[in-house]
């Protein structure tokens, strides 16, 4: 293809996007309130499943050693924790430790009275998972350890967050698939209306001897800028909802911004942005390349 | 064999070759039965006959809209019954088409409906510049260059339809019904501008219900009647099928 005829292709691309503003518009609407929907729920959903993390990396498990277990196996029990690979991080927590902040937490600045250590037997490693749906795993495996006395867990909140992580998982993912459905659906009736107007216009390159190829180009340009279009104006939208949203909740609801971590409007666009530009852009991408092919045989 | 032949086997300067052609659309009786044609390269021919006598899909069958059901047919060259998809593009190019309706792009002016046939051929713009004017001259509308179809009269888009099929130096000019829209002084300086062509060595294929234009000019007269040539004179006139 000559550089001019490239020009000329990308041209006309964009001179269709003001010839048949209707046929934009209205591409654009589509385009954008699907997408827009989309990357709602996705920052929506973003948010709990990065609520529930936070929530699971602060669950530990915590194991308790026989008594008078000397302190060369104490730190062999801490290397084969550490290299399980569902484990975060384990820390070695004394007794000493313990003492000293049961002692601080109930007695304060008051003499206690003891005049040795009453939880001697107290030292353990406190385990932090990296998914909390392994934990029966881990404590099976940490039980059946010798030197081992005690495994403390909280099952009822390892499985709740299990339970409410693979819920979210599973609604997402059917929602999305919907409104992708829904999104394909009517930009493609959008694209083929348009495009039906302006069969005419095919039939008449082809009549005088234009290749599909130069047929297409004209179309695909469009059809991906529009899908560009359509995708830049809700990820601009829901930036502004998204920070406005923020705002309202730390101003009004200070409890609930100490209690849930939201995530950072970038972490939310780090992953929204190509996908909706890449949902948008292949889109009208396809949508055209589908819809001018059935006009071709001319 | 005949049936099979290729570029360098037509005989003579003969550019369009109909051997027993048949088209017949799905379950229905067939529209061309047995068609025999042979046109020289240059010749001026009228295709004549009633509504349904076949002449439209003579000229969709030599612009490879359609195929043929049996038969062959060899235009400049071309197998149009083996011909592959992506290869007709280019022997479009060597084809010049004016339909009744103009067809004309209702959103571009003269000058781009004109110049798109030669950014089809992958013309430099620098080309364009220089080939568009002068076959808007021809046609005698260099002052309405930026004028869009609806601000033209029937006669003046047929003109603008007739620069956009010469501007690539098509070897035939299809015009099917090129007057049917026009009145008869429009008409005739449109059949003015087609002798015209034709006097320049371009080969013009006319379908016409046009009698007085038939008759007046006296050039090659195919006559169809229901699918069938009922006459092919040099020099003829408008059959009366009564």
């Known amino acids: ?11 006309q691309g964009i001179r269709n996007l003001f010839r048949n503003k209707w046929f934009t518009l209205a591409s654009i609407a ?81 003499e206690d009275g003891f005049p040795e250590n009453p939880l001697a037997n107290s030292a353990h490693y406190d385990i932090y998972l990296n998914d909390v749906s392994m934990q029966s795993a881990l404590v099976t495996y940490l039980e059946s350890l010798s030197g081992v006395r005690m495994v403390n867990r909280s099952e009822l909140v390892a499985t709740t967050l299990t339970g409410a992580n693979a819920l979210i998982a599973y ?105 909706s530009l890449g949902i948008g852009i292949g889109i009208g991408f396809l949508g055209s390349v589908v819809t001018v092919r059935k006009h071709l045989r001319v | 064999m005949a049936m099979k032949k290729k570029k360098s086997t037509v005989p003579g300067d003969e550019i369009i070759t109909l051997t027993n052609v048949c088209k017949a659309y799905s379950a229905g009786a067939p529209t061309l039965k047995n068609v025999n044609l042979h046109i020289k390269k240059g010749e001026f021919v009228f295709i004549v006959g009633d509504s349904g006598s076949g002449k439209s899909t003579l000229i969709k069958l030599l612009l490879r809209e359609l195929t043929i059901t049996s038969g062959y047919i060899n235009v400049m060259g071309y197998d149009l019954s083996r011909i592959r998809h992506r290869k007709i593009p280019k022997f479009r190019r ?35 510049k220089r080939n568009v004017p002068s076959i808007l001259a021809v046609v005698g509308l260099a002052g ?27 070897t035939i000019l299809l015009a099917d019904e090129p007057t049917g829209n026009l009145d008869p002084k429009n008409s005739w300086e449109i059949m003015k501008l087609l002798e015209q062509i034709n006097e320049n060595g371009t080969t013009v294929i006319v379908v016409t219900h046009n009698r007085e234009i038939v008759n007046a000019m006296q050039k090659r007269v195919v006559a169809l009647k229901k699918g069938v040539i009922i006459s092919d004179e040099e020099k003829g006139g408008y059959i009366d099928e009564d």
């Open chain 1, 1 to 11: 293809m000559r550089i001019s005829s490239f020009f000329y292709t990308v041209r």
């Open chain 1, 30 to 110: 589509t385009i954008s309130a699907c997408l827009f929907l989309f990357g709602l729920f996705y920052a929506v959903v973003a948010n709990f499943q990065h609520i529930v993390r936070t929530a699971e990396q602060g669950i530990s498990v915590s194991v308790f050693f026989d008594e008078g277990l000397d302190d060369s196996r104490i730190q062999e029990i801490g290397e084969l924790i550490r290299r399980r690979p569902e484990v975060s991080n384990a820390e070695f927590v004394s007794a000493d430790q313990v003492w000293e902040e049961f002692r601080t937490e109930y007695f304060g600045d008051y």
């Open chain 1, 171 to 275: 609604v997402s993912m059917g929602i999305i698939a919907i409104l992708f459905a829904v999104s394909v659906f009517l930009i493609s009736n959008t694209v083929m209306i348009g495009i039906s107007v302006r069969k005419e216009e095919i039939n008449i390159m082809k009549y005088i001897g234009a290749t599909d190829f130069f047929v297409r180009s004209p179309f695909v340009i469009e059809g991906m800028l529009i899908g560009l279009i359509g995708a830049a104006i809700p990820l601009g939208i829901i930036y502004g909802v998204y920070n406005a949203v923020l705002a309202y909740i730390s101003e009004r609801f200070p409890m609930l911004v100490s209690l849930l971590s939201f995530l950072d409007i970038r972490d939310v666009f780090n992953v929204l942005t190509p996908v």
């Open chain 2, 94 to 128: 060597n084809l010049g088409v004016v339909f009744q309706d103009f067809r004309l792009l209702k959103d571009r002016n003269v000058y781009e409906n004109v110049a798109f046939a030669q950014r089809i051929i992958q013309k430099s713009t620098k080309e364009i």
């Open chain 2, 144 to 170: 309405k260059y930026k004028a869009k179809p609806k601000q033209l009269s029937g006669g003046e888009q047929q003109r603008v339809a007739l620069a956009r099929a010469l501007v690539n130096k098509p």
